[in-house]
């Protein structure tokens, strides 16, 4: 391959790429970094890092599910042959695996953080049956899971005995408890990660979708404070889970807010890329290796003591945030793709190429 071949390559698959879904990975990455060493006591706008990334986080997961089975939205859902459907599952089944592990070996850090990356993969497993059910049974199963899933997992959480990574109430089968246990429960997270599937199939690179979506956004955030003042009007008690806008408590209203906010979010990262991508490209670098950048910041919460939590300084937050910055954008200038990224994609893209299987 010619030097203008590859400056060609690299150009198509730069192109390829969405850059404002890059943007709202960096977006959401440095929330959560900021949820676990920020001190909204000093700043009292850090409150948005508490709940909102990390529903961001997931919607994005089910759009880029999405995007790996329509070839970053060169073909419809619709289009997809069953050969492209087998890969697809394939790599995020090898995906969600390699999530899993990792999240468990980051959890024997000892870090005063849940980390979702297990919950995550085992997210990316409940995906899979659902890559091309229509649109409108998607969004009602979803319906479902945020309506109804934080209530069915804290009963089945009580009724087993309280959840752990690892489900108590079943020994020997592993990670069951990331179905119901108390963070990131499956049963209604699963929510975010389908609302995230459909938004992926929105036609993403065009202006007036991003408008939409945005439009979609902020009427599902209003509804989930409305709804809540509403009800607090007709005779509701306040204090009911059901109207407990608490980040985390995963409530129906809550997590409509959160899903109205992500689309939001990835609304004007699509709007803003498009328009300022020299400006933002730091943010586009770390949301192209978002999982490195996340994994990084446990690290160091490890590397320079658990005190960077729970006695949390701002200083502490702005010098993490630049190092991620700094080191992310330097990565994708010189080498490209992140670390922990080539390893997903390596390892899932031979596996889906060892075994699809073929007609005869």
């Known amino acids: 391959m010619t030097a203008d071949d590859r400056a060609t390559t690299a150009q198509a ?54 995007m790996m089975l329509t070839l970053r939205g060169r073909v419809a859902v619709a289009d997809v042959d069953d050969a492209q ?15 899993v592990g990792l999240g468990l070996v980051l959890a024997l850090l000892g870090t005063p953080v849940v980390v979702i990356l297990t919950h995550l993969g085992v997210m990316f497993w409940l995906t899979m049956p659902f890559l091309r059910v229509r649109t ?11 309506a109804f899933g934080g209530y069915a997992a804290f009963q089945i959480d009580a009724a087993v005995g309280h959840g ?34 459909c938004v992926g ?24 404070r409305l709804s809540v003042a509403l009800a607090v009007m007709a005779g509701a008690d306040a204090s009911s889970w059901w109207l407990d806008l608490e980040d985390h408590s995963y409530s129906p209203v809550e997590m409509l807010g959160n899903v109205g906010v992500a689309c939001a979010v990835i609304a004007a990262s699509l709007w803003i890329a498009r328009r300022a991508r020299g400006l933002v490209w730091p943010l ?58 080539r390893w997903l994609t390596a390892w899932s ?11 005869t």
């Open 136 to 146: 409108p049974v998607l969004l009602s199963v979803s319906a479902a899971c945020l």
């Open 201 to 224: 199939r929105m036609a993403l690179r065009e202006d007036r979708v991003a408008l939409l979506l945005a439009g979609l956004g902020l009427m599902a955030f209003a509804a989930s």
């Open 349 to 359: 893209t031979r596996a889906a190429n060892s075994r699809v299987p073929v007609r």
């Open 13 to 66: 698959a730069r192109i390829s790429r969405i850059d404002g879904l890059d943007l709202a990975r960096g977006i959401a990455v440095l929330g959560m970094v900021g949820a676990h060493v920020g001190d909204e006591g000093s700043w009292d706008w850090l409150v948005v890092t508490h709940g909102f990334p990390s529903a961001l986080f997931a919607v994005l997961a089910g759009v880029s599910m999405t």
């Open 284 to 341: 586009l670098a770390v949301g192209s290796m978002a999982l490195t950048a996340y994994v990084a910041h446990l690290i160091v919460i490890v590397a320079v003591g658990t005190e960077i939590v729970w006695q949390p300084s701002n200083v502490s937050l702005v010098a993490l945030w630049l190092g991620i910055i700094v080191f992310c954008s330097l990565w994708r200038w010189r080498l490209g793709a992140g670390p922990l990224e």
């Open 85 to 99: 459907l087998w890969r697809t599952r394939i790599r995020i089944a090898v995906r969600g695996l390699m999530l």
């Open 164 to 197: 752990s990574l690892w489900g108590p109430a079943y020994p020997g089968i592993p990670i069951i408890g990331a179905l119901w246990g108390p963070y990131y429960p499956a049963l209604a997270w699963m929510g975010y990660v389908l609302v995230g599937v």
